[in-house]
């Protein structure tokens, strides 16, 4: 699958991680299914990985429903979701503006991107150097 996530309560932190082509209709399944997981929380930090991508769908009018979407799934906690995306490759980093972009007037989120492995994890208040570093089971 082209996009996986883990939950690592422990950390208080979901890690998305994309591969490949980026679809919307992806993003929606795992959204859905991170959403009805048992180890859901509105209180976690998501860092999304785009180091592995190729290219992604630009359909921008459905970006922003998806991100409307997204929004909704996360909006029921107090606090807003951090999100930090991490595009270290010409096209993730496009990629991320765009997305980063999308985010722009929804109150659910807080949104960053680096190019940076350290700096990315170190923006979610982690002590990991790596990616690698962290306990990803998927």
Do not use: C
Not at 9 to 18: A, E, F, K
Not at 59 to 65: A, I, Q
Not at 86 to 96: E, H
Not at 98 to 124: C, F, N, P
Request: charged fraction near 25%; charge should be negative; proline fraction near 3%.
């Amino acid at each position: 699958m082209p996009v996986t996530f883990t939950i690592m309560n422990d950390l208080g932190l979901v890690y998305v991680r994309y591969r490949g082509v980026v679809r919307l209709e992806e993003t929606l399944s795992a959204v859905a299914s991170y959403a009805a997981d048992p180890g859901f929380r509105f209180d976690q930090k998501h860092l999304v990985d785009l180091s592995e991508i190729d290219d992604y769908e630009r359909n921008f009018v459905e970006l922003m429903k998806a991100q409307a979407h997204k929004a909704a799934s996360f909006s029921a906690g107090l606090d807003k979701t951090m999100m930090v995306y991490y595009a270290p490759t010409k096209v993730g980093l496009m990629m991320a503006q765009i997305v980063l972009k999308s985010w722009d007037g929804l109150d659910a989120v807080v949104a960053r991107v680096t190019q940076d492995e350290e700096q990315a994890l170190h923006m979610l208040g982690l002590s990991h150097r790596r990616i690698v570093d962290l306990p990803i089971t998927a």
